[in-house]
């Protein structure tokens, strides 16, 4: 979290007796799906608008997997909640939790995300850990064993970032190169074949790249400059390249350099440009698009006229937005996890409820969860 002072310098510094303002609260609120509990609120019965979790503010980062939740706390502890079949919550057993379980006592974890079945996490040493599912080498240990609790990928201090896609990851290295393993059967891993990884393999040679986001079977990534790139399974367009074709290795996007936030969903993605407009291309059903539609695109379209799109999440058939005022909109397909309270698609963004506070998205496979 950054704090901002306006002015600046020591020029006009006015000394008052006002009350420093309080902290900001971080609440966190989850909707959608609960068979297993992954809403954590105590219970599995499933809500259509946004339920608080608990009255705890420090949350601070969420992930949604396949049906089960992970975050981070302000104080770097991890917590873990929903289904455990694959001992996706790292409790070294695989029972489901209906509520957010501490993982461990560790106190310095920094970044994580979720898979299909898998948890992928950075600690402030900038090391690397999973636990979870591991038939396809997602877990990055150099096997296919499935662990029940973190396990460090390797011994290296220089991981930036992680996206953990349905059964494969990508990752940036603090020095600009991207790294990829799992399963790979559509070249989803940008290696320029069809073969498995079960540790991080360096994709090309290039030390430019700064964000990265792996779906189901395609990734996409931002370089440094701006330009946007994307490889892997392209059966709906979701490469964004205009045509179907499958690519093993990353393919620019056209030739903007103004792209400057990602998500890869199921069969399509969205992103965000610097001038805060939202595009999204791929599979186009239920209206995940937000076009208006259900119609496939293979080249991005831009949604609406809004140049105040600010933070993105995709998943398998819907998805959440942040805008700059701090309201939240989803949709897609609905079944209740699109927050508006019933359970009716949507093919354009839709405001959920009035509140202005939101900071934080995450969306599993149905459902959802929200900082504010």
């Given at each position: 979290m950054?704090?901002?002072?306006?002015?600046?310098?020591?020029?006009?510094?006015?000394?008052?007796?006002?009350?420093?303002?309080?902290?900001?609260?971080?609440?966190?609120?989850?909707?959608?799906?609960?068979?297993?509990?992954?809403?954590?609120?105590?219970?599995?019965?499933?809500?259509?608008?946004?339920?608080?979790?608990?009255?705890?503010?420090?949350?601070?980062?969420?992930?949604?997997?396949?049906?089960?939740?992970?975050?981070?706390?302000?104080?770097?502890?991890?917590?873990?909640?929903?289904?455990?079949s694959y001992a996706a919550l790292g409790l070294d057993d695989t029972a489901n939790r209906s509520s957010p379980v501490q993982v461990g006592a560790l106190t310095n974890w920094s970044k994580i995300d979720a898979g299909a079945n898998y948890c992928a996490t950075i600690?402030?040493?900038?090391?690397?850990?999973s636990w979870g599912q591991n038939n396809y080498g997602q877990?990055?240990?150099?096997?296919?064993?499935?662990?029940?609790?973190?396990?460090?990928?390797?011994?290296?201090?220089?991981?930036?970032?992680?996206?953990?896609?349905?059964?494969?990851?990508?990752?940036?290295?603090?020095?600009?190169?991207?790294?990829?393993?799992?399963?790979?059967?559509?070249?989803?891993?940008?290696?320029?074949?069809?073969?498995?990884?079960?540790?991080?393999?360096?994709?090309?040679?290039?030390?430019?790249?700064?964000?990265?986001?792996?779906?189901?079977?395609?990734?996409?990534?931002?370089k440094t400059d701006g330009t946007l790139w994307a490889w892997g399974v392209n059966t709906f367009g979701q490469l964004g390249l205009g045509s179907e074709a499958t690519r093993y290795s990353p393919n620019q996007i056209g030739a903007l350099t103004t792209w400057s936030g990602i998500s890869a969903g199921s069969q399509h993605t969205m992103a965000i440009k610097t001038d805060g407009t939202m595009w999204s291309w791929?599979?186009?059903?239920?209206?995940?698009?937000?076009?208006?539609n259900t119609t496939y695109y293979s080249s991005p379209k831009q949604i609406g006229a809004l140049t105040t799109w600010s933070k993105i999440s995709a998943t398998d058939f819907y998805n959440l937005a942040i805008k700059t005022d701090g309201t939240l909109w989803s949709w897609g397909g609905n079944g209740g996890r699109l927050g508006l309270g019933d359970t009716a698609d949507r093919s354009s963004p839709v405001q959920i409820g009035g509140l202005t506070n939101w900071s934080t998205i995450a969306n599993g496979t149905n459902h959802s969860m929200a900082i504010g």
């Open positions: 950054a704090v901002t002072f306006s002015g600046g310098g020591y020029a006009g510094v006015v000394i008052t007796t006002t009350q420093p303002s309080p902290p900001p609260e971080f609440y966190l609120w989850s909707w959608g799906g609960n068979d297993y509990g992954q809403l954590g609120l105590g219970n599995t019965t499933s809500y259509s608008s946004p339920k608080q979790i608990g009255a705890l503010t420090t949350w601070s980062t969420i992930a949604g997997g396949r049906r089960f939740c992970a975050a981070i706390k302000t104080d770097g502890t991890v917590w873990t909640w929903g289904n455990n600690k402030t040493d900038s090391t690397m850990w877990l990055g240990l150099g096997n296919i064993t499935y662990r029940s609790s973190p396990v460090q990928i390797g011994a290296l201090t220089n991981w930036l970032t992680v996206s953990a896609g349905y059964t494969h990851c990508t990752a940036i290295k603090t020095n600009g190169t991207l790294w990829g393993w799992g399963l790979n059967t559509t070249g989803q891993l940008g290696l320029t074949d069809e073969t498995n990884r079960s540790s991080p393999v360096q994709i090309g040679a290039l030390t430019t790249w700064l964000i990265v986001s792996a779906g189901y079977q395609h990734s996409v990534a931002i791929g599979r186009g059903s239920s209206g995940r698009l937000g076009l208006g």
